[in-house]
Every structure is written in C-alpha cells, then in structure tokens.
C-alpha cells in the first residue's frame, strides 16, 4: 500500500465563473506556498431511531454536506509593484475588492454586496505514492488573519467553508507551480502608527472578521449551493511599549472615544511591502503587561469606517 506524505501537497485556487459551479485549477493557480493545513469534513448524518424487535437499528442517511479548510501562506507580494500577490484569488474569495495600478500597487478592500463577492474552487492536493488525490471544495468563501510578528515569518491565516465534492484520485496536473521566489519581508525597519504615534512594538495581528455561511438548496447533491459572507467586523492587536501620559494615555482614547489612523507597513523591495491601513481605528481595550520587565499595553483595535457610506473601514496593499 502507498504511503501519504503529509509534507508533500499543494492547494489549487481558482475564482468560479459562477457562484458553486466547480472549475479546474491549473499550475498557474498553485503557486501558493502553505503549511499547517487542516480539512474537517462537515457531513450529517441522520439515525433512524425505529422501535423494533430488538435494539439493532438500520444503517443510518447521509444528510448535508461541506468541508472547512484551515490554512497558512506566507505575506509575500508578487514579482514587482502592482502585480498580483500568490494569495490573490484567496483574498478576493475573502470577501475582498481588488484594485491593480501598475506598476504601483494592488489594494484590496471591503465588498458587502453578495453580488460583488466571489467563490473559489479550492483543490487540496496530497500525493499518496505515486499518485496524487484530490480533496475539493466548491462555492468556497473564508475569512483571513495576518499575523506580522517580528519574532517568525509575516503569514496569513485563511479559514474556508465550502461545498463537499468527493475525494478523487487525479493525474498530478501541478508539477512546477509558480512560486514566487522572493520570500516575505522581515518585520523589521516596520513602520507602525496608530494616532499619528509611532508604536514601538514587535508587529501586529489583523483579522477581517469575516462570518461566513453556507446557503442551502435541497436542489443540490450535497444540500448547499456556495457560501457567502454575511457579517464583518475587522479588528487589530498591537502592544507598544508604555508611553507617559504628556505623549500618548491609551485610556483616554477609549474613554473619549476617539478613532484614528492605523497603518502597519512592512518591506522594504518593490512588489513585496504589505501594508494594512484602517483609517478609523477606535480602541476597545487597553491593557497592561509586560515584555521582559518592561511595561507594555495590549491594545485591541475595531477597524470603523470612515464615511457615511462605509467600506472603508481597512485597506490591504502590496507595493
């Protein structure tokens, strides 16, 4: 019998043409370097409690079906300033508009509209000897986390919920994907703001806060037809040093309420300096620790927007 190798595998990620219709993800959608990855099928299964001449009961049925995928890749931008990152089709799945200058930038935004959002057909690859098979989700939306710590790699943490397919065992179609080479930036030379006060800090964690639902159809094989986003609430957390209060009281800010300006920007060679921006970043807790012996305060951020029309609460760029 062959033996899976659960450090030799890929991910696929193709945008679907239609909402839930699976399409067919090539090498040019693969070049994404993860790890960590974890898929937990998500099946009901319905017992038949009859009453019977004894207490065996008849085998149960199926019901619906889907899969959640967990996931990290590297912040790492594309080959030069305003071409795509690897993770592209993953944050538009995300819920996530996206704006390409070239050969400045690509920024992605906040979409709302169901009809704006998109899926994605999600290919799990793992090779079992010589062969490879295939774990697949379809109508797949996720919610996404970056973590730009100075003490590891920069990474993006992607949760996905999609439609069950059955696993298959497919011809390795991925053989050399285009990964990009150049690897993400140290967090180092960072700049992180917050009110105009440069934090000294070792990075920044965001969360989109993506809440993602399946929408069920009984027309459907598996009993759903694709996810949507249906709710968002994007925050931050960062903890900078201990300031006197004549510089910055982190406190005040909550007790006033008071929202300002959030840029966290690492990077230093075109094409792969990541920056997330919240304009109206308003403090919802302010802690206090230490880091050593030295006095730190935790601060957590709810990303508000900005004007009356919204979405505009954060921004993610690549430049």
């Given at each position: 019998?062959?033996?899976?190798?659960?450090?030799?595998?890929?991910?696929?990620?193709?945008?679907?043409?239609?909402?839930?219709?699976?399409?067919?993800?090539?090498?040019?959608?693969?070049?994404?370097?993860?790890?960590?990855?974890?898929?937990?099928?998500?099946?009901?299964?319905?017992?038949?409690?009859?009453?019977?001449?004894?207490?065996?009961q008849p085998h149960a049925i199926p019901g619906m079906r889907s899969y959640q995928l967990t996931f990290r890749s590297e912040?790492?931008?594309?080959?030069?300033?305003?071409?795509?990152?690897?993770?592209?089709?993953?944050?538009?799945?995300?819920?996530?508009?996206?704006?390409?200058?070239?050969?400045?930038?690509?920024?992605?935004?906040?979409?709302?509209?169901?009809?704006s959002q998109v899926t994605v057909t999600i290919d799990v690859y793992r090779r079992v000897g010589a062969t490879v098979k295939r774990?697949?989700?379809?109508?797949?939306?996720?919610?996404?986390?970056?973590?730009?710590?100075?003490?590891?790699?920069?990474?993006?943490?992607?949760?996905?919920?999609?439609v069950y397919n059955e696993p298959a065992d497919v011809a390795d179609?991925?053989?050399?994907?285009?990964?990009?080479?150049?690897?993400?930036?140290p967090v180092v030379s960072a700049t992180i703001t917050l009110m105009s006060?440069?934090?000294?800090?070792?990075?920044?964690?965001?969360?989109?806060?993506?809440?993602?639902?399946?929408?069920e159809d009984v027309n459907q094989a598996s009993g759903y037809l694709h996810a949507v986003v249906v709710d968002r609430l994007p925050t931050l957390a960062v903890t900078p040093e201990e300031e006197l209060a004549a510089t910055v009281e982190w406190l005040s800010k909550k007790t006033t309420p008071t929202v300002g300006e959030f840029i966290g920007s690492i990077g230093s060679v075109a094409g792969n300096i990541f920056r997330i921006r919240a304009p109206a970043a308003q403090v919802m807790a302010a802690?206090?620790?230490?880091?050593?012996?030295r006095g730190v305060r935790p601060l957590n951020l709810t990303c508000r927007k900005l004007a009356n029309a919204g979405g505009d609460a954060m921004t993610l760029r690549f430049t």
């Open positions: 019998m062959a033996v899976a190798l659960m450090e030799i595998g890929q991910i696929g990620v193709l945008v679907e043409t239609v909402k839930g219709t699976a399409v067919s993800p090539a090498a040019v959608d693969a070049g994404i370097r993860v790890w960590d990855i974890g898929l937990e099928e998500q099946i009901e299964v319905h017992e038949r409690n009859t009453v019977e001449a004894e207490f065996s912040v790492v931008g594309g080959t030069s300033a305003g071409s795509r990152p690897p993770m592209w089709q993953l944050l538009r799945a995300c819920g996530l508009s996206e704006a390409i200058i070239v050969p400045t930038s690509v920024t992605y935004s906040e979409v709302a509209n169901e009809n774990y697949r989700l379809t109508g797949a939306m996720g919610n996404v986390r970056a973590v730009c710590l100075s003490d590891g790699v920069p990474y993006f943490e992607f949760t996905f919920l999609g179609l991925l053989t050399a994907p285009p990964y990009v080479m150049a690897g993400p930036p006060q440069t934090l000294r800090c070792v990075g920044y964690e965001f969360d989109l806060g993506n809440k993602v639902e399946l929408r802690g206090f620790g230490t880091r050593g012996t």
